[in-house]
């Protein structure tokens, strides 16, 4: 396939943006167009380069959201190869509780969160999880009746949800859980039985309309309230909503948003200082680890869902995410990194105010994981052949990832679909060799990304690499501390991933979403002091 990224194209900008243009009846904007049709999406390995959308295109590409068709038929061939560590992740998912056929949904006219009477979220999380784990398993193992069971509970939501109540957390759950089901039901959408205009009908009326005020007013408060890992939730969820339902008026807000947004969620404002050694310190890691991690798997996925799409975020502002990712990845394991001061203010639009500093990062538990980090490194070490140590390191330490259920009952456990080793490990690219992070250009959306500048690893010498002793454990940590550590890139990161194969090290007890802000007087009825 070749790019043909001098095109021209009606509505183009200076920047290179694609306005939006008539195809029919719908509007849709052009930097989400098909980059290739159904499951033949693209051979493995190809993925930093994508080809030109059609001129007569009239959506997204389905499936494209976490996982392409591509996706999809690599995860069933290497499994069925035998092949590590797609085996391991496999075993993860086949022994999660929820990906057994036969799970019965639940659905509730009403779901709460933070107040209300019951608050019955934990009943939604739980099925969408058991929806999206047996779609997986089926397009693994190619039998029917996990297909059927994710069908039979994405339908049984979708004919009877109608809002979702609670305090400012209900915000939380249209964010997170919106952009799970979008992702569970994008695996079955061609199923003849799955009931899809009603499934669109409900994401864009139910879930979108919170994640989008949310985005646009923040529950009444001033724009800073609410850390970052609560835009986050919201951009993800108008994302997937907008690819599900090729809209593409959503997807240009969420997109716009993750660029220019007002709130801390925006990268430059999650991701605000980028020091001398690469690094770029994440606003979050100044609150505790279980929030930052949480807001590094959203802006993971958040990337995941528009790179599929042909949008390079991954890659933009000399990719700042790959900067913050690692940043984040060293303080997970252990290491010191350097924060800026920073003050943000709080409290409701003409009503209370305050402020709150953080000064420095938080302490950190090595031990604590979260099934985000297979993806985030397979995109920059294998897709674009670039050198990220920090995450190759914390990746092969959480591999195999598990998913919902397996990593403590509450709902922080929930918020990642997980399962990275098995969906996002790949060989790596040779569109990506020598190093280049070509990002893909469709439909004239932006060019190519540049080189990132360092991010972590030294030029020279690898100076900047971790220790062995940075909380790497098992077989990486024996292999470590006996032979100068793990490869960051190339195809010696095949001693990273496979490696890890047979880790299982997990935390329990994972930091709840958000800790419990109360609120001032009357005017702070809907503004939260913990955002």
Known sequence: ??????????????????????????????????????????????????????????????????????????????????????????????????????????????????????????ILYNDLHAAYQNGLRFHVSGESAYADTAVAILNAWSAKLTSLAGSADRFLAAGLYGYQAANAAELVRDRPDFELERFQKMLSTVFSPLSESFLTDHNNAVVTNYWPNWDLTAMACVLATGIFCDDGAKVEQAVEYFEHGSGLGAVRKAIPVVHDDGLAEWLEAGRDQGHALLGVGLMGTFCEMAWNQGIDLYGHDDSRFLKGAQYVAKWSLGGDVAYTANTRAKGAVGGWSGSETASGAAGVDPAMTRPIWAMIANHYTKRRGLSAPYLTRVAAKAAPEGGGGDYGPNSGGYDQLGFGTLTFTRDRSPASAGGSSTGPTPSGSRSPSPSPSPSGAAAAGGSAAPSASAGVAGAEGAAASKGGGLASTGSTDLVAWTAATGLTALAGGLLLLRRRGRTRDGAAGRAEQEG
């Open 1 to 122: 396939m070749h790019l043909q990224p001098h095109l021209t194209r009606p509505g183009q900008t200076s920047r290179g943006r694609i306005g939006p243009y008539e195809t029919g009846s719908r509007q849709i904007s052009r930097r989400g167009l098909l980059k290739a049709a159904g499951t033949a999406a693209g051979a493995v390995g190809v993925a930093a380069a994508l080809p030109a959308a059609p001129a007569a295109a009239v959506g997204y590409a389905h499936p494209g959201l976490l996982h392409t068709g591509a996706d999809l038929a690599r995860m069933a061939a290497k499994v069925k190869a035998g092949a590590a560590p797609y085996t391991a992740g496999y075993a993860r998912l086949t022994a999660n509780r929820h990906a057994q056929s036969g799970w019965t949904a639940n659905p509730q006219a009403t779901v709460y969160r933070g107040s209300g009477s019951p608050q019955n979220y934990a």
